[in-house]
């Protein structure tokens, strides 16, 4: 059995900064691809970004430079620190893990969601 555990949103004005974590259950996670997608109200979850085993990472071309996911093996945890905060930004944010590439349909775990919300 897999969970994900999801924190670190909140409200932060725009241009502001928030870290979110994703602790993941069981003993698989090193070998895990882990992502980040989220969902505004009305619109279709949209792939964030993602790091697979070895470290290599993607990112949304609307949160590239702004954004960085990492992971530490040993917390079995994944990270998604993201700068320079905009209104466009809010939205619940979810950690997938066990996927490839950017379609959400392709991740077989996700956690409950994280609420981000940026004032302008």
């Known amino acids: 059995q897999v969970h994900l555990s999801e924190s670190g949103g909140g409200l932060v004005q725009a241009g502001g900064s928030l870290r979110l974590s994703c602790v993941v259950s069981?003993?698989?996670?090193?070998?895990?691809?882990m992502a980040w997608f989220r969902q505004a109200p009305g619109k279709e979850r949209e792939f964030v970004a993602r790091?697979?085993?070895?470290?290599?990472?993607t990112y949304a071309d609307s949160v590239k430079g702004r954004c960085t996911i990492s992971r530490d093996n040993r917390l079995n945890t994944v990270y998604l620190q993201m700068n320079n905060l905009k209104p466009e930004d809010t939205a619940i944010y979810y950690c997938?893990?066990?996927?490839?590439?950017?379609?959400?349909?392709?991740?077989?775990?996700w956690g409950q969601g994280t609420q981000v919300t940026v004032s302008s």
């Open positions: 997938a893990a066990q996927g490839a590439g950017l379609d959400p349909n392709q991740y077989d775990y």
């Open positions: 069981g003993r698989l996670f090193s070998s895990f691809a």
């Open positions: 790091v697979d085993w070895s470290s290599s990472t």
